[in-house]
């Protein structure tokens, strides 16, 4: 009898631990997976200009947490972790897709402008992102000709040869591909460049410099010479 009590006991104490573990707050990446579901992550958008005409030539998409209380929480607290746990996939998809519910329209009506996602190492390293990019854009007024995404240069690619074949695909179905916060990075350019990539995007760090540092200032001048002479487009990060 004893032993049926305390053994009954023990099975409730262990159910009422796992359910207190799981609502507990403090597991962040369960925080991540609940705050997906509720559709928390929200995109923002950060104009590019075209710095001779002034006029507006598309827009990056950067991710916001919204939380419940409506209080904002900047990338660098969550990317880290829904990277690390594999989340980051399923929060771009869902990016996109929600960037075509709510600006579809606006962009679809205007061939010429662009619009830009920033894209995890890892979601190169992955065919299969070539099939869900396909099928978001498909059914929205956004054309692939319209899309640009953007691959860090900040992190070593895992995978040189995967990527580049991933980046060749996503390229034929018209999508550009952009190298982001070039200059930051350890792998070299020259190396980067071997991805066969559209557009180059010079780090903000070396244009908030240009005017006080003659080292930024050549090295931005470099840079653009190197992206007109290879064919590839520029984009200046933080010149608001
Ligand atoms: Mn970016």
């Given at each position: 009898?004893l032993?049926?009590?305390s053994?009954?006991a023990i099975?409730?104490?262990?159910a ?19 705050a ?21 030539r ?6 916001r947490?919204?939380?419940e ?9 969550f ?11 399923e ?20 061939p ?13 390293g ?14 929205s007024p ?9 691959l ?11 990527t580049r ?15 982001d916060?070039v ?6 350019l020259s190396?980067m ?6 557009i ?12 006080t ?6 090295i931005v001048e ?13 984009v ?5």
């Open positions: 009898w032993g049926l009590i053994a009954g099975a409730i104490i262990l009422f631990v796992v359910i207190t573990i799981r609502r507990t707050p403090g597991n962040p990446v369960a925080d991540i997976e609940r997906l579901a509720a559709g928390e992550f929200v995109p923002y958008y950060q104009p590019i200009v075209d710095i001779r005409s002034g006029q507006l598309g827009a990056e998409v950067l991710v947490w919204r939380k209380d409506g209080s904002l929480v900047l990338p660098g607290a990317i880290p972790l829904a990277e690390s746990s594999g989340l980051i996939r929060m771009t998809r869902d990016l996109m897709r929600r960037v075509c519910v709510e600006a579809g329209s606006v962009i679809g009506c205007r010429a402008m662009k619009i830009s996602f920033n894209f995890a190492g890892q979601l190169f992955d065919e299969s992102i070539v099939k869900d990019v396909r099928k978001i854009f498909s059914g956004i054309k692939l000709s319209q899309v640009v995404l953007e860090t240069e900040r992190e070593p690619i895992e995978n040189f040869t995967e074949q991933v980046i060749a695909a996503l390229q034929g179905l018209g999508v550009r591909i952009a190298i916060d200059g930051t990075g350890h792998s070299g190396y460049l071997k991805l066969g990539v559209d180059i995007k010079i780090d903000k760090m070396f244009v908030d410099a240009i005017g540092d003659r080292n930024s200032t050549t470099t840079l653009v010479d190197l992206a007109h002479n290879m064919r590839m487009d520029v200046a990060e933080g010149v608001e």
